[in-house]
C-alpha cells in the first residue's frame, strides 16, 4: 500500500489508502481484496479531479498511475496505444519531436489518459474539435463480475458511451488507443487583447472563434459596474513553421502547504488589478511555447498548496448559449458582491459537436470555471446562490470539479445518470456518487 491520496482541490478532505496495480495482471486480484475487505472500491489515477468525484466510498483505491507503460505506437498514421496510467504530458514528450499533437487536451497534461476517457476532459478547442471521445479510437475495460472487453463505437459501444465521462463507475479502464493530430512546430501563434466589460467578450468571441483553433478568456470577477466582465481574450493556432521541442513543464514549486490560504480578498484584489492593467489595450501578436499557452499553471508544481490546508473548490458551469450572456452576468455580480472572487477565472464559448459520452459536460454554450479558497461562506452562501442562477438558465456544473452540487441538480442536469446507474459496477462507488444519487 503507498502513500495516502486526495483530490486536487483537498475538499472534501478524505485521504484514499492506495493500493497499487503495477501490471494489468494485478486490476483483478488487488480488486477482490478490495471487494473482500471493504466492498467497494474505484480506480484512481493521477488526482487531478477537483472534488470527491476521485474518492473512493470506501476510501479505498485502485491506484492506475504505475500502468504508466506505452503498447504500441504509429507514427506515420499517429496512433497511440498506452496503458491508463500513462498521463497526456508522457504522450507530449515521445509525439511532439515526431510532429504530432493531442487533438483535445485539458487545462493540464497531468491528466492520465483513463481519467481523460472517464472524465471526457475538453480544452481551448472544443468549439472545433468537441471533447476528447473524439480522439478516442478504442479502450480497455475490466469489470469485477465478467471478463475485460474492448469497447469502441462498433464493439460494445454501450459500454463505450457510458465510460466516456462516466466517472469511473463502470469499470477500470487499463489501457487506451487515441488518434493525434500532425503539426509542423510546437510553437503557437497567439493573439491577445484585453477588453472593458462582458459585452466585449461575447464579441471577440463571435469573431476569434471562427478564426482560430483555440480561444480562451480571463477575466476579472471581482469588476463591478460598467467594467463587469473585463478581462482578457487569447486565441491561438499551432504554427506552421519551427522547432518541434517538447518542453519540461515545471519551473517553479510551492513546496509546503501553509496553514492558511495565501488567496484572499486582498491578494485577490491587488492580483486581478495588475493582471488585467498589464494586458495589451491592442492586439498582441506573438509565437509562444505550446506549453505556457495550453498548462499555464502546470509550471507550479503543487499550485493547490496555495490555498491552505482547508484547500479550495472550483466552480465550473456551462449555460446554454441563449441565456449565456445574461446569466454570466448575475453570476459575475454575486462574485464581485461577495468579495471573494478567484484569480483563476477561465471563461470560453462550447462548440455544437457533441459526444458520444452519456454524462459528458460540454454542451453549446459558455463555460465558466473559478477556483475558491474553502470557508464557511463559500459554502453556505456563495455557492448556493452561484447554483441557483446555473439551475435558473438551465446549465450544468462539471462533475471533475464538483464538491458542493446537490443530487437534484445533478440528476436535472444529466438525465442519463439513470442510465449509468444500471451499467455501474456495484464493485465501484464514488463519494460524489453516493452524494448525487443515494
Known amino acids: 500500500m503507498t502513500a495516502s491520496l486526495t483530490s486536487w482541490g483537498s475538499y472534501p478532505y478524505a485521504t484514499q489508502s492506495a493500493h497499487p496495480c503495477h501490471w494489468q495482471a494485478d486490476v483483478g486480484p488487488q480488486w477482490q481484496q478490495l471487494i473482500e475487505s471493504h466492498g467497494t472500491t474505484l480506480p484512481f489515477g493521477n488526482g487531478r479531479s477537483y472534488g470527491d468525484s476521485c474518492l473512493a466510498g470506501s476510501d479505498h483505491v485502485l491506484h492506475l498511475r504505475p500502468l504508466n507503460r506505452f503498447i504500441e505506437a504509429d507514427w506515420e498514421n499517429g496512433e497511440i496505444c498506452a496503458e491508463a496510467g500513462v498521463t497526456l504530458g508522457e504522450i507530449l514528450q515521445l509525439a511532439i519531436p515526431r510532429g504530432w499533437f493531442l487533438h483535445v487536451t485539458p487545462g493540464t497534461q497531468h491528466v492520465t489518459l483513463g481519467g481523460a476517457v472517464a472524465n471526457d476532459v475538453h480544452g481551448k478547442n472544443h468549439h472545433r474539435c468537441g471533447t476528447f471521445a473524439h480522439s478516442l479510437m478504442c479502450f480497455g475495460l475490466h469489470r469485477s463480475v465478467q471478463p475485460p472487453m474492448v469497447c469502441s463505437l462498433l464493439e460494445n459501444p454501450q459500454w463505450f458511451a457510458a465510460t466516456i465521462g462516466g466517472l469511473g463507475l463502470t469499470g477500470v479502464i487499463t489501457w487506451v488507443r487515441i488518434r493525434l493530430r500532425k503539426i509542423q512546430s510546437s510553437l503557437i501563434d497567439s493573439t491577445r487583447v484585453r477588453f472593458d466589460c462582458l459585452d466585449d467578450f461575447f464579441a471577440l468571441s463571435a469573431e476569434m472563434d471562427a478564426r482560430h483553433e483555440y480561444s480562451v478568456a480571463w477575466i476579472d470577477c471581482l469588476a463591478k459596474g460598467n467594467a463587469l466582465g473585463r478581462g482578457c481574450f487569447t486565441a491561438g493556432d499551432h504554427r506552421e513553421t519551427g522547432p518541434l521541442?517538447?518542453?519540461?513543464?515545471?519551473?517553479?514549486?510551492?513546496?509546503?502547504?501553509?496553514?492558511?490560504?495565501l488567496i484572499n480578498p486582498l491578494t485577490l484584489k491587488l492580483f486581478n488589478q495588475?493582471?488585467?492593467?498589464?494586458?495589451?489595450?491592442?492586439?498582441?501578436?506573438?509565437?509562444?511555447?505550446?506549453?505556457?499557452?495550453?498548462?499555464?499553471?502546470?509550471?507550479?508544481?503543487?499550485?493547490?498548496?496555495?490555498?491552505?490546508?482547508?484547500?479550495?473548490?472550483?466552480?465550473?458551469?456551462?449555460?446554454?448559449?441563449?441565456?449565456?450572456?445574461?446569466a454570466l452576468a448575475e453570476l459575475l455580480k454575486s462574485i464581485a458582491r461577495?468579495?471573494?472572487?478567484?484569480?483563476?477565472?477561465?471563461?470560453?464559448?462550447?462548440?455544437?459537436?457533441?459526444?458520444?459520452?452519456?454524462?459528458?459536460?460540454?454542451?453549446?454554450?459558455?463555460?465558466?470555471?473559478?477556483?475558491?479558497?474553502?470557508?464557511?461562506?463559500?459554502?453556505?452562501?456563495?455557492?448556493?446562490?452561484?447554483?441557483?442562477?446555473?439551475?435558473?438558465?438551465?446549465?450544468?456544473?462539471?462533475?471533475?470539479?464538483?464538491?458542493?452540487?446537490?443530487?437534484?441538480?445533478?440528476?436535472?442536469a444529466y438525465p442519463a445518470w439513470e442510465q449509468l446507474e444500471a451499467m455501474r459496477d456495484p464493485a465501484l462507488m464514488s463519494r460524489f456518487w453516493q452524494r448525487v444519487i443515494q
Open 245 to 261: 521541442e517538447a518542453t519540461t513543464p515545471h519551473s517553479m514549486s510551492m513546496p509546503t502547504c501553509p496553514p492558511v490560504s
Open 274 to 326: 495588475h493582471y488585467w492593467k498589464r494586458q495589451p489595450p491592442d492586439r498582441q501578436y506573438r509565437s509562444v511555447a505550446y506549453s505556457p499557452f495550453f498548462y499555464p499553471l502546470d509550471t507550479i508544481e503543487h499550485w493547490n498548496r496555495l490555498y491552505g490546508r482547508k484547500g479550495f473548490q472550483q466552480f465550473q458551469c456551462v449555460l446554454p448559449t441563449s441565456v449565456a450572456a445574461v
Open 338 to 412: 461577495s468579495g471573494g472572487g478567484s484569480f483563476l477565472a477561465v471563461l470560453k464559448r462550447c462548440g455544437d459537436i457533441p459526444s458520444p459520452g452519456w454524462l459528458s459536460f460540454p454542451m453549446p454554450g459558455t463555460s465558466l470555471a473559478l477556483d475558491f479558497a474553502q470557508n464557511d461562506g463559500l459554502t453556505k452562501k456563495l455557492l448556493p446562490r452561484l447554483d441557483a442562477i446555473v439551475r435558473e438558465a438551465r446549465g450544468r456544473l462539471y462533475p471533475a470539479k464538483d464538491a458542493h452540487m446537490s443530487g437534484e441538480d445533478f440528476r436535472q
